[in-house]
């Protein structure tokens, strides 16, 4: 029964993507038919993120397009984060019919009939256990899917809205988990991306199974030994031993860990209410380098600007970025999110510019270091999961490296196709991407 058209737009980070793809088999599972082309469908979906203000001024601003270019007669709903946050504050907005906070998505095709009626209706409720553990997502193109294994957040940074925006961690079973990664290989991926807030802390217990994150890896690792598997994102206080050797111990399990500091200040960590300091997060890096070795390649957040942040907490970070020099690193400049510890309690008080000042001694500063980390690379052989032509022509192709560096090759003969697994020699780089040639093992 096909129950009308409906088209999804993503922001925000990669579990959004998740969960978009969670709300796509849904529908679909319920009559719906998914379309790429917004002004012909009759229900549009913005699937939202709340982390910065930018954020949430992108999508109001997209909002605007959309009531304009939209048909008569479709409907609008926002779901995720900005859902969850502002709930019925944005039905006020005229052209919007629902809101669906990410713990409600089962309850859209209920919400969406009544939106064909008429009525404009908000399902923000969060769960203490809704983990989709029956939803077999729809997965996206290409050669690499995700899988979420938990939901939600415990961790109580004094900065972040995600605690309030999708709610206590829950972490989905082993089998939901097994069944997903089977789907997935079954579906011709190629490689496996596990996703969490705060993936290291998945821990699932039922009274006969119990399995913490290394366990897991562990047990999919072996499942899948041709798949290669990435996680992500790490918190430092979940980095141990037991997982560092399960990482070494499979050759599929990507030697690439996305391990965010936020700050190298002691005093700044301690007001974001980070449980570690300086000290114990370059202890985490040495047991990193101790058992995986230096190439494992190293990602991190870094946050600029955090309330009372001097010029002395600022070298401190730069300190500690010196000390990793980090593969690569996602970098912002703090904005306060009303109804957090920080806008309850503390200041906003590091003015703009200085901020930007900062940021971009930061930004200046990565970029050497990912010069660096990717010079490192010239004259070794990598091995590459191709993804398709590069964005610059349809001769050179590009794909990923173990460590998720972008790797772009010549492949005008079209020997190679997506989703194969190939030798690169790699001999040139930038900050961003390394160059290399095809090594042909069956000539
Ligand atoms: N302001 C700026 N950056 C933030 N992040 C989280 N909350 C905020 C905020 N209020 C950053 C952190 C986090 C990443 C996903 O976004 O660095 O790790
Ligand atoms: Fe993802 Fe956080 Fe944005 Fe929500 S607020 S979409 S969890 S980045």
Redesign the pocket.
């Known amino acids: 029964m096909n129950k009308g058209s409906f088209y999804i737009e993503t922001?925000?980070?990669q579990?959004?993507v998740s969960d978009s793809e969670v709300v796509v088999s849904i529908l679909v599972s319920n009559g719906y038919k998914k379309v790429s082309d917004i002004e012909q469908s009759d229900i549009i979906l913005l699937n939202?993120?709340?982390?910065r203000d930018k954020?949430e001024q992108t999508l109001l601003n997209r909002l605007d397009m959309v009531k304009h270019i939209k048909k008569r007669g479709s409907v609008i709903g926002i779901l995720?984060?900005m859902a969850e946050r502002l709930k019925d504050k944005l039905l006020e907005i005229d052209c919007i019919n629902f809101v669906v906070g990410?713990d409600g998505y089962k309850s859209l095709p209920d919400i969406i009939n009544k939106a064909f009626e008429g009525n404009k209706s908000v399902d923000v409720k969060l769960s203490t256990d809704e983990a989709y553990n029956d939803v077999i997502p729809q997965y996206g193109s290409g050669v690499s899917a995700f899988i979420s294994i938990t939901r939600g957040c415990n961790n109580v940074c004094s900065y972040?809205?995600?605690p309030f925006?999708?709610g206590r961690e829950r972490s989905k079973s082993v089998k939901a988990i097994l069944r997903e990664v089977d789907c997935v290989i079954e579906r011709g991926f190629k490689e496996i991306t596990l996703l969490g807030?705060n993936v290291n802390s998945y821990r699932f217990d039922d009274g006969t199974t119990s399995c913490n994150f290394a366990q897991l890896l562990d047990i999919i690792a072996n499942r899948v030994p041709d798949i290669r598997i990435r996680f992500l994102s790490s918190h430092p206080k979940d980095i141990n031993e037991e997982l560092l050797n399960t990482i070494k111990n499979h050759k599929n399990i990507c030697k690439n860990i996305q391990l965010p500091f936020q700050s190298g200040s002691n005093h700044i960590l301690k007001l974001m209410n980070r449980p570690y300091t300086n000290e114990m997060y370059k202890e985490k890096i040495n047991m990193i380098w101790d058992i995986l070795g230096k190439d494992c390649s190293l990602v991190t957040d870094i946050m600029t600007g955090f309330c009372d942040e001097t010029e002395e907490d600022h070298q401190d970070t730069l300190r500690l970025m010196e000390y990793v020099k980090f593969d690569y690193a996602f970098t912002f400049a703090y904005s306060e999110r009303s109804g957090t510890c920080s806008a309850n309690t503390m200041c906003d008080n590091v003015p703009h510019d200085v901020k930007i000042r900062r940021l971009t001694e930061i930004i200046n500063l990565q970029q050497t270091h990912s010069l660096y980390r990717y010079s490192q690379c010239v004259g070794k052989i990598v091995d590459v999961l191709v993804e398709g032509p590069s964005k610059r022509s349809e001769l050179e192709w590009q794909g990923r490296a173990d460590d998720n560096k972008v790797v772009v090759f010549n492949n005008s003969e079209k020997l190679i196709h997506e989703g194969d697994y190939v030798k690169i020699n790699v001999n040139d780089n930038t900050s961003a991407t390394l160059m290399g040639e095809f090594i042909n093992t069956t000539e």
């Open positions: 922001y925000g980070c579990m959004n939202t993120c709340s982390i954020a995720g984060c990410p972040c809205v995600v925006t999708r807030q």
